[in-house]
Protein backbone atom coordinates (compact mmCIF):
# COMPACT_ATOMS: atom_id res chain seq x y z
CA UNK A 1 0.00 0.00 0.00
CA UNK A 2 2.83 2.33 0.65
CA UNK A 3 4.34 1.52 -2.60
CA UNK A 4 1.19 2.78 -3.95
CA UNK A 5 0.90 5.78 -2.02
CA UNK A 6 4.56 6.71 -3.02
CA UNK A 7 4.43 5.92 -6.84
CA UNK A 8 0.89 7.98 -6.67
CA UNK A 9 2.67 10.96 -5.53
CA UNK A 10 5.22 11.00 -7.73
CA UNK A 11 3.33 10.66 -10.81
CA UNK A 12 1.08 13.52 -9.40
CA UNK A 13 4.35 15.81 -8.84
CA UNK A 14 5.81 15.12 -12.07
CA UNK A 15 2.54 15.71 -13.51
CA UNK A 16 2.21 18.93 -11.94
CA UNK A 17 6.11 19.98 -12.30
CA UNK A 18 5.20 19.49 -16.67
CA UNK A 19 2.08 21.28 -16.33
CA UNK A 20 3.09 24.48 -14.25
CA UNK A 21 6.11 24.43 -16.51
CA UNK A 22 4.37 24.71 -19.78
CA UNK A 23 1.64 27.51 -18.08
CA UNK A 24 5.45 29.60 -17.64
CA UNK A 25 5.67 30.03 -21.04
CA UNK A 26 4.59 32.88 -23.10
CA UNK A 27 3.46 31.19 -26.15
CA UNK A 28 2.85 28.14 -27.73
CA UNK A 29 5.46 28.14 -30.24
CA UNK A 30 6.33 24.50 -30.61
CA UNK A 31 10.44 23.52 -29.91
CA UNK A 32 12.28 24.20 -33.17
CA UNK A 33 15.56 22.43 -33.97
CA UNK A 34 18.53 24.27 -35.30
CA UNK A 35 22.64 23.90 -35.20
CA UNK A 36 24.63 24.53 -32.95
CA UNK A 37 25.95 27.11 -35.49
CA UNK A 38 23.35 29.58 -37.18
CA UNK A 39 22.88 33.08 -38.82
CA UNK A 40 21.14 35.49 -36.66
CA UNK A 41 20.04 38.83 -37.81
CA UNK A 42 20.01 42.03 -35.50
CA UNK A 43 17.44 44.78 -36.86
CA UNK A 44 19.66 47.58 -34.43
CA UNK A 45 22.33 47.71 -37.33
CA UNK A 46 20.66 45.45 -39.84
CA UNK A 47 23.46 42.72 -39.78
CA UNK A 48 23.37 39.44 -39.93
CA UNK A 49 25.66 37.43 -37.90
CA UNK A 50 26.91 33.73 -37.38
CA UNK A 51 26.14 32.87 -34.03
CA UNK A 52 27.21 29.68 -31.81
CA UNK A 53 23.96 28.39 -30.08
CA UNK A 54 25.94 27.60 -26.47
CA UNK A 55 23.93 25.60 -24.19
CA UNK A 56 26.68 25.67 -21.31
CA UNK A 57 26.76 29.85 -21.13
CA UNK A 58 23.21 31.05 -19.74
CA UNK A 59 23.25 34.79 -20.91
CA UNK A 60 23.83 35.53 -24.77
CA UNK A 61 26.89 37.57 -25.63
CA UNK A 62 27.89 39.90 -28.58
CA UNK A 63 31.27 41.31 -30.01
CA UNK A 64 30.67 45.15 -28.69
CA UNK A 65 33.35 48.05 -28.06
CA UNK A 66 32.26 49.28 -24.77
CA UNK A 67 32.76 53.42 -24.96
CA UNK A 68 30.63 54.79 -22.05
CA UNK A 69 28.83 54.13 -19.48
CA UNK A 70 26.68 57.15 -17.98
CA UNK A 71 23.86 58.23 -15.58
CA UNK A 72 20.76 59.33 -17.10
CA UNK A 73 18.67 61.42 -14.92
CA UNK A 74 14.86 60.39 -14.62
CA UNK A 75 12.18 61.43 -16.61
CA UNK A 76 9.04 61.98 -16.25
CA UNK A 77 7.12 60.27 -14.04
CA UNK A 78 10.28 58.30 -12.72
CA UNK A 79 11.42 58.07 -9.10
CA UNK A 80 15.51 57.68 -10.40
CA UNK A 81 17.42 57.72 -13.12
CA UNK A 82 19.36 54.69 -14.74
CA UNK A 83 22.70 54.05 -16.48
CA UNK A 84 23.15 53.87 -20.32
CA UNK A 85 25.72 51.90 -22.12
CA UNK A 86 26.94 53.58 -25.19
CA UNK A 87 28.61 50.86 -27.07
CA UNK A 88 30.20 50.32 -30.89
CA UNK A 89 29.17 46.97 -33.17
CA UNK A 90 29.88 46.52 -36.42
CA UNK A 91 27.38 45.68 -39.33
CA UNK A 92 27.85 43.41 -42.23
CA UNK A 93 30.01 45.89 -43.85
CA UNK A 94 32.45 46.58 -40.87
CA UNK A 95 31.09 49.94 -40.45
CA UNK A 96 31.35 50.59 -36.85
CA UNK A 97 27.86 51.72 -35.43
CA UNK A 98 27.09 53.28 -32.15
CA UNK A 99 24.48 52.28 -30.28
CA UNK A 100 23.03 53.00 -26.85
CA UNK A 101 20.77 50.72 -24.16
CA UNK A 102 19.93 50.90 -20.90
CA UNK A 103 21.79 49.03 -18.46
CA UNK A 104 20.26 46.14 -17.00
CA UNK A 105 22.74 44.50 -14.90
CA UNK A 106 26.07 43.31 -14.07
CA UNK A 107 27.28 40.16 -14.90
CA UNK A 108 30.27 37.96 -13.76
CA UNK A 109 31.76 36.19 -15.87
CA UNK A 110 34.47 33.13 -14.95
CA UNK A 111 37.73 33.68 -17.76
CA UNK A 112 39.52 30.32 -19.06
CA UNK A 113 42.67 31.36 -17.22
CA UNK A 114 41.55 32.26 -14.15
CA UNK A 115 39.85 34.87 -12.35
CA UNK A 116 36.66 37.04 -13.45
CA UNK A 117 35.42 39.57 -15.47
CA UNK A 118 32.62 41.83 -15.06
CA UNK A 119 30.59 42.53 -18.25
CA UNK A 120 27.23 45.08 -18.60
CA UNK A 121 24.31 43.40 -19.73
CA UNK A 122 21.79 45.19 -21.92
CA UNK A 123 18.54 44.21 -23.65
CA UNK A 124 18.92 43.71 -27.79
CA UNK A 125 16.67 41.86 -30.21
CA UNK A 126 17.71 39.63 -32.56
CA UNK A 127 16.09 37.17 -35.25
CA UNK A 128 17.28 33.38 -35.07
CA UNK A 129 15.32 30.64 -37.61
CA UNK A 130 12.45 33.14 -37.84
CA UNK A 131 11.69 33.99 -34.43
CA UNK A 132 12.17 37.42 -32.46
CA UNK A 133 14.01 37.50 -29.43
CA UNK A 134 14.40 40.26 -27.13
CA UNK A 135 16.40 39.33 -24.16
CA UNK A 136 19.40 40.15 -22.23
CA UNK A 137 22.73 40.00 -23.79
CA UNK A 138 26.10 40.97 -22.35
CA UNK A 139 28.52 43.41 -24.04
CA UNK A 140 32.45 41.91 -24.58
CA UNK A 141 35.25 42.06 -26.86
CA UNK A 142 34.56 38.69 -28.91
CA UNK A 143 37.50 39.65 -31.53
CA UNK A 144 39.59 36.19 -31.04
CA UNK A 145 36.87 34.13 -31.49
CA UNK A 146 35.03 32.50 -34.65
CA UNK A 147 31.79 33.54 -33.99
CA UNK A 148 31.01 37.83 -33.00
CA UNK A 149 27.80 36.23 -31.03
CA UNK A 150 26.87 33.29 -28.80
CA UNK A 151 23.53 32.73 -27.89
CA UNK A 152 22.88 31.41 -24.31
CA UNK A 153 20.70 28.75 -22.50
CA UNK A 154 18.06 32.03 -21.82
CA UNK A 155 17.83 33.63 -25.26
CA UNK A 156 17.26 29.35 -26.71
CA UNK A 157 14.56 28.98 -23.78
CA UNK A 158 12.89 31.84 -24.62
CA UNK A 159 12.47 31.04 -28.02
CA UNK A 160 11.90 27.82 -27.79
CA UNK A 161 15.15 25.92 -29.50
CA UNK A 162 16.59 22.59 -29.27
CA UNK A 163 20.31 22.02 -30.41
CA UNK A 164 21.66 19.34 -32.36
CA UNK A 165 25.32 19.79 -32.42
CA UNK A 166 25.38 17.47 -36.01
CA UNK A 167 24.09 20.44 -37.78
CA UNK A 168 24.63 23.83 -38.25
CA UNK A 169 23.49 26.69 -40.86
CA UNK A 170 19.96 25.23 -41.25
CA UNK A 171 17.87 27.77 -40.63
CA UNK A 172 17.19 31.39 -42.32
CA UNK A 173 17.74 34.48 -40.13
CA UNK A 174 14.96 36.90 -40.76
CA UNK A 175 12.08 36.98 -38.59
CA UNK A 176 8.55 36.23 -40.07
CA UNK A 177 6.43 39.30 -41.11
CA UNK A 178 3.57 39.94 -39.37
Known sequence: ????????????????????????LKNDLPALTVGWVEPVFIPAIAATYKAKLDT????????AEVLDVTSK????????GHKIVIFRILDEDGTAKTLERRLKRWVRIKERKGGYTRRPVVEMDFCLAGREIIDEVNLTDRGTFIYPMLIGRH?????HFVVDSTRHLTTKPLCNQK
Open 1 to 24: MRFCLFVFIVLWATTASAVAEKAS
Open 155 to 159: SLRKG
Open 56 to 63: GAETSSIH
Open 73 to 80: PAAAGEKK
